[in-house]
C-alpha cells in the first residue's frame, strides 16, 4: 500500500515539474519538420488571423495577398518572424482613436500654418537652386539604388516539364500563376535559389504547396503536389527536385506556379526564359 502512495505521487510530481517547466507556448517553428501540421485552413477574417500549429508567418501574408515585411511590421515581429499558436496577427493596422487628434490638430495647425505662408513665399525664390540641386541628387541615388536592384536581379528557370494550360490573369478574380500540365510524379523543381519559408496544406485552394524565398522582394509558389521533398528553412539550387506533381485541391493533375513580387502576384511569363 505505502509503496503504491509513493508511486502515485513520484508520478504526480514529474506531471507538474514538467508543466511547470515551460513559460510560454512554444513556437511554431518547433512544431513544423516539413510540413505543417495545421487541421485548419488559412484564413483571414475581419483583417485578422490566429495562428495555428504549422502556420508560418509567410504563409499567412502569401494568403493575404501581402508582403511579409509588412505584416511582421504592423505586429511587431522581427526576423527570422517566430509566430506562436494561438498569436493573433493583424493584416492591416488597426485604426483606432485618431479622428480627434486630426480634427484637434488640424485647429491648431490652421493658425501656425497662416502665420508660415508668408514666410515660406518669400523664401521660395531663394531655395530653388536648393530644391533643383537636391533633386538632381536625388534622382541619381535612385538610379544607383534600380541598378544595384538589377544586379541582385533573380534568375528564373521553368519550374517543371509540360503544357501550360492556364495563363495568368490581371482581373480581380483571375488566376494568378501558369497551370502546368503533366503526369502525377513529373518532377517540380525550384525555379530559383532560395529557402523554403513555407511546406504544408493549411492555404486553400493549393494543395500541397512550397514557397520559396529568393530575396527581400520575390517569392515563388509552387501548388497541388503530390508528394513535398523538401523541409521548411532548407536552402534549394535552381532546377533541384522539391516536389512531385499532383492534384490535391484540383481537379487535374497539375503544378500551379506563381511568383509574387513584394506579396503581389505578378505575371511568370515576364520573368522565365521563352521556351
Known amino acids: ?13 514529474m506531471l507538474l515539474s514538467g508543466c511547470s517547466s515551460r ?13 505543417s501540421s495545421s487541421s485548419q485552413k488559412i484564413h483571414v477574417k475581419n483583417n485578422r488571423y490566429r495562428v495555428q ?14 508582403d511579409v515585411r509588412t505584416i511582421a511590421q504592423i505586429n511587431g515581429i522581427q526576423p527570422p518572424y517566430t509566430i506562436y499558436p494561438g498569436q493573433v496577427i493583424y493584416i492591416e493596422r488597426p485604426q ?10 488640424a ?16 523664401k521660395k525664390e531663394l531655395d530653388q537652386p536648393k530644391q533643383r540641386e537636391y533633386v538632381q541628387k536625388h534622382s541619381s541615388k535612385n538610379d544607383n539604388a534600380s541598378k544595384a536592384l538589377f544586379s ?10 509540360g503544357k501550360v494550360t492556364k495563363h495568368f490573369s490581371s482581373k480581380e478574380n483571375g488566376y494568378k500563376g501558369l497551370q502546368i500540365t503533366n503526369v502525377e510524379g513529373a518532377p517540380v523543381k525550384a525555379a530559383a535559389d532560395g529557402i523554403v519559408v513555407y511546406a504544408g496544406n493549411a492555404l486553400r485552394g ?29 536552402k534549394v539550387k535552381v532546377g533541384q527536385k522539391i516536389a512531385e506533381m499532383g492534384s490535391t485541391d484540383a481537379s487535374k493533375t497539375a ?21
Open 255 to 275: 503544378l500551379r506556379f506563381e511568383i509574387r513580387f513584394r506579396g503581389q502576384a505578378v505575371n511568370p511569363v515576364k520573368y522565365l526564359p521563352s521556351k
Open 206 to 234: 493549393y494543395g500541397n504547396l512550397i514557397i520559396l524565398k529568393h530575396n527581400d522582394d520575390y517569392l515563388s509558389a509552387y501548388a497541388h503536389n503530390s508528394k513535398l521533398q523538401v523541409t521548411e528553412q532548407q
Open 23 to 35: 513559460t510560454a507556448p512554444a513556437p511554431v517553428t518547433s512544431l513544423v519538420i516539413g510540413k
Open 53 to 66: 500549429k504549422g502556420d508560418t508567418l509567410f504563409a499567412i501574408a502569401f494568403s493575404a495577398n501581402k
Open 107 to 122: 485647429k491648431q495647425d490652421k493658425s501656425s500654418s497662416n502665420k508660415q505662408k508668408n514666410n515660406k513665399t518669400a
Open 152 to 161: 541582385n536581379e533573380v534568375r528564373w528557370h521553368w519550374p517543371a516539364v
Open 1 to 13: 500500500m505505502l509503496k503504491t502512495y509513493l508511486l502515485i505521487m513520484t508520478t504526480a510530481c
Open 96 to 105: 483606432n482613436k485618431n479622428k480627434k487628434r486630426k480634427k484637434y490638430t
